[in-house]
């Protein structure tokens, strides 16, 4: 008999296995599925795995496709879809592991999640009633040690039911309202799953709602004057103290006020200096927003990589809502702990040789987790991304050590003519923590000369620039997420996922967000004959009950049965409109299809559209008059291929729009004899002469492959002759040859 300790991924029991065992862990298994036995202190004890989610909920009925519905179980992972089908083997080994156990620990992430997670093992897999539970902020041998040592006796139950409710809530809005909507458009003579949920409506309405103030934002003219100057050998440049003239007759009267003016002098100086405190830990939202700043890592891929680092023992849990540290993390252990590699050796022994040390706490808490620190355990490899994510959150959490930053800020008012004009700059006096978070600290040096009044301004230029107010921007996949946390809308670990789903479903497009038709047609739908499914009143409400249920003040059984009675109310107002709805939405669908799959005219034909069309053998671009018109050209086959909007400047044929996973958007011409595919000059002759054999290139990489002329749609490049052993390629100028063109034309 043995204690059986549930971790949450095969990777986190490993650890936690190493960390325990006085000696070295056996490990156990078969078909890629193991555990581990350890003995610590007299304790024997099997440390076993789930692989996130081993149970789901599940319609009690089977599959009979109705709504609304209510009456749920959880049900084995592996028995609800094909993709989850790899979980039996991890549950199975549970099952078996359970019947010699003679106590039980949960080792699973101390959130929400964990504990569902957790909770349906030690229920269902194992038959038991409750459990231990270990509680940790790290995967580090001394947190593991303390966690294990200082268990808490049972589950965490406000915990696992507010969890559970959360399941239950997602399931009772998501399935019965996206039922709702799919059935409607069967109804209207087609078939589309389409999906809402209690999160996702309101979320989309967010998007929906700035999309048509951009679209429905009327600009105003108006005018600014600069003037291009020189000080004392320093250029300098100034705009009139009205900044904005909504008048052009106001604008034109300066302008000629100042007409040949050559000389103008200083009028009046002023500086100002500003502290800047050090910037608060990382919570996740915060992480996500700087790493789409710095890095333009999505949200989604953020979390991602910080799980795996969390994971591998490199840094703290990640989905926590704390800007606090505590200095039972161990400040100086951590410090001492990344003196040891290279890249921050310097900065972390200058914090180490501070009187005390003290983080800047932001605001916000957490009841489970601190702010996101890195644990100071050197990592043993790293792929580009990961590097990037774990620098930043490395450098965030030295910087909120360090000393106040001072600013100071310098106007110059220039007198020319009676006009003044104003120049101002702003530089670092004392960099403080600036010196830690490079090279992300986002801020802009831009140092005036020192002069006093009446110095002489040499004046190079005047001139009046004619602008427009422009409308408000987008919401990035970061700024999204800041305005559902701010709306107290999903969870921490949640909003990457639902910002997600509404790009594949089609309803927001781009990388500054823009709602689709789909999207603002779909909303409309819903605003207008069942407009409680995108309240997020109702939705931040539940979020609020949730809340009271983790902290014991509120009942799950009550929650559940007003979100029925809500969701009831609603499927029935919807029904009424069914067919209306059904058809609202199939139109929606097919104007956005045919908008996302069109290129532009046929350039042969002239009459019908190019469209992007899926063969056997991939993507292509065809003419929809087939089969009058047979006109075809091929498409890349590892990329999401879009229509640019556009046609060829050159050529006229569509532009086309090529995305590929973690490089950036490319644009090309569909017309593979597009001239702006051409090679000509020192280019052209030298990739002549390397394609005949003339001239041979050394791979750079493998250093044995030689460079070789190779073809694709957007044209020619050097590649190594050692592919696909080596896959170092090279631009070769602007595109391909134009004999190379004509030669594949004949």
């Not at 100042?258 to 910037?279: C, L, M, S, W, Y």
């Not at 779909?522 to 995108?534: A, N, R």
């Not at 209306?580 to 199939?586: M, R, S, T, V």
Request: proline share 5%; charged share 35%.
């Amino acid at each position: 008999m043995y204690e059986l300790i549930i971790t949450e991924k095969p990777n986190a029991a490993k650890r936690i296995a190493e960390s325990l065992a006085d000696g070295k862990p056996i490990r156990e298994g078969k078909d890629g599925v193991y555990y581990y036995k350890i003995t610590h202190g007299k304790n024997d004890i099997v440390v076993a795995c789930a692989v996130g989610h081993l149970y789901g909920l599940a319609q009690k009925e089977g599959k009979k496709w109705n709504f609304p519905v209510f009456d749920i179980e959880w049900t084995p992972s592996f028995e609800m879809s094909k993709s989850s089908r790899f979980t039996k083997k991890y549950l199975d080994q549970i099952k078996k592991l359970a019947k010699e156990a003679k106590t039980f620990t949960v080792a699973t992430d101390y959130d929400v999640e964990g504990e569902v997670i957790g909770m349906n093992v030690i229920k269902h897999a194992c038959r038991q009633k409750d459990a231990e539970r270990m509680k940790f902020s790290t995967l580090t041998k001394p947190d593991i040690v303390e966690a294990y040592e200082q268990k808490m006796k049972h589950i965490d139950w406000g915990q696992a039911y507010a969890g559970e409710t959360r399941h239950f809530l997602d399931w009772y809005n998501g399935i019965n309202y996206s039922r709702a909507l799919t059935s409607s458009i069967k109804k209207a003579g087609s078939f589309k799953l389409m999906s809402t949920g209690r999160v996702q409506g309101p979320a989309l309405k967010i998007i929906v709602d700035r999309e048509k103030e951009i679209r429905a934002f009327k600009p105003v003219p108006f005018w600014q004057i600069s003037l291009d100057g020189e000080i004392k050998n320093s250029k300098v440049e100034a705009w009139h103290r009205e900044d904005k003239f909504w008048e052009k007759e106001k604008a034109e009267k300066v302008m000629a006020a100042v007409k040949g003016a050559k000389e103008a002098k200083v009028h009046n100086t002023d500086k100002i200096q500003f502290r800047q405190q050090p910037p608060v830990p990382f919570d996740l939202t915060t992480l996500q927003t700087e790493s789409y700043r710095c890095h333009h890592i999505s949200p989604k891929e953020t979390l991602q990589i910080a799980q795996e680092l969390y994971t591998s023992g490199l840094i703290s849990y990640p989905r926590t809502s704390s800007q606090q540290l505590s200095d039972k993390i161990g400040f100086k252990k951590i410090f001492s702990e990344l003196s040891r590699q290279k890249e921050y050796a310097a900065l972390a022994g200058e914090l180490l040789s501070k009187h005390g040390l003290k983080p800047n706490d932001g605001k916000k808490t957490d009841p489970a987790h601190p702010a996101i620190y890195p644990t100071g355990i050197a990592p043993k490899e790293f792929n580009q991304r990961e590097e990037k994510v774990y620098d930043l959150i490395v450098k965030r959490f030295m910087a909120t050590f360090g000393e106040v930053a001072v600013r100071e800020t310098m106007t110059i008012e220039i007198d020319c003519k009676l006009e003044i004009f104003i120049a101002k700059g702003t530089r670092t006096v004392e960099e403080g923590w600036h010196r830690f978070y490079r090279p992300y600290v986002n801020i802009e040096e831009e140092e005036l000369p020192a002069v006093v009044k009446g110095d002489k301004v040499s004046v190079k230029k005047i001139k009046m620039d004619a602008k427009e107010t422009q409308p408000p921007k987008r919401y990035t996949p970061a700024s999204i997420i800041r305005e559902l946390e701010k709306r107290n809308l999903g969870t921490k670990a949640t909003r990457s996922e639902i910002v997600d789903t509404l790009f594949q479903r089609g309803y927001v497009d781009g990388k500054s967000i823009e709602a689709t038709n789909l999207g603002i047609k779909t909303l409309e739908t819903l605003e207008k004959h069942c407009p409680k499914i995108v309240d997020e009143a109702l939705t931040r409400g539940f979020e609020e009950d949730m809340e009271l249920i983790r902290e014991g003040k509120e009942k799950p059984e009550q929650v559940l049965d007003k979100a029925r009675k809500a969701i009831t109310e609603i499927i029935d107002d919807f029904k009424k409109h069914e067919k209306e709805i059904g058809k609202e939405l199939l139109e929606a669908n097919i104007e956005t299809r045919d908008a996302m799959s069109t290129l532009g005219e046929c350039p042969k034909c002239k009459e019908g559209q190019l469209q992007i069309r899926k063969g056997k053998f991939g993507a292509f671009a065809a003419c929809n008059k087939y089969p009058d018109c047979k006109t075809t050209f091929s498409l890349p086959g590892n990329a999401i291929i879009k229509p640019a909007g556009k046609m060829c400047e050159t050529c006229s044929f569509p532009m086309v729009l090529a995305i590929k996973r973690a490089t950036k958007p490319m644009e090309f011409c569909l017309n593979p004899k597009c001239p702006t595919k051409h090679v000509e000059g020192e280019a052209g002759r030298e990739a002549k002469a390397v394609a005949k054999g003339e001239v041979e290139k050394e791979c750079p990489s493998c250093k044995e492959g030689k460079l070789v002329l190779r073809g694709s749609i957007y044209g020619k490049f050097y590649g190594c002759s050692n592919y696909p052993k080596c896959k170092h390629t090279e631009k070769l100028a602007d595109g391909p040859l134009k004999e190379d063109f004509e030669k594949k034309d004949k």
